[in-house]
């Protein structure tokens, strides 16, 4: 539709759409409006499923691990937050598996952790804070970006003999 490439064309390059005769400020708004219409249904579904109202049900980190799943993946397609959901496990599930066979070195006895192995729980957020910042530098684009990279290199490579004429 017309407003699906309006918003394509600002989220690819704003100076262009502009100048392509794009009303910017009228498609950040209806896009703002949009995502706040479906925020809010979503939000009224989950509340009739809980039964409750209650703000320490999200917590600040579970914001985070979305925004860490958007921005490792790559923002604008659903290959990205697979890759980054993907990503994002792989790291808790590895870090897990870590602490807690450290924290078996450390421990005293079997029901009471030492100090150091209460201290582990918080190498989960370090370390992601550190994934973020580290895809946030060197990979900006995400994994899907990534992904298309390597396909389109891999098709380059095993098509190449059928583009050469003899």
């Known amino acids: ?9 600002i989220r690819e390059n704003e100076p262009a759409a502009q100048t392509a ?3 910017i400020v009228t498609y950040k708004l209806l896009a703002l409006f949009v995502a706040g219409f479906f925020g809010g249904v979503a939000g009224a579904f989950n509340i009739s499923a809980l039964h409750t109202i209650n703000p320490g049900l999200y917590e600040w980190d579970f914001s985070l691990l ?8 790559g923002m604008g397609s659903i290959r990205g937050l697979v890759l980054g959901s993907i990503f994002v496990v792989l790291v808790f599930e590895v870090l897990e598996f870590s602490v807690t066979g450290l924290s078996g070195l450390f421990m005293v006895s079997s029901t009471e952790p030492t100090w150091i192995a209460a201290k582990m729980v918080f190498l989960k ?4 804070g550190l994934v973020i910042l580290f895809f946030l530098w060197y990979e900006p684009n995400g994994l899907n970006h990534r992904y298309l990279q390597l396909k389109s290199c891999v098709n380059l490579r095993l098509f190449s003999h059928a583009m050469k004429r003899p």
Not at 66 to 73: D, E, K, R, Y
Not at 125 to 128: H, S
């Open 21 to 23: 005769g794009v009303n």
């Open 66 to 73: 979305l925004v860490a799943i958007v921005l490792i993946g």
């Open 125 to 128: 957020e370090a370390v992601l």
């Open 1 to 9: 539709s017309k407003t699906g490439r309006a918003w394509v064309a």
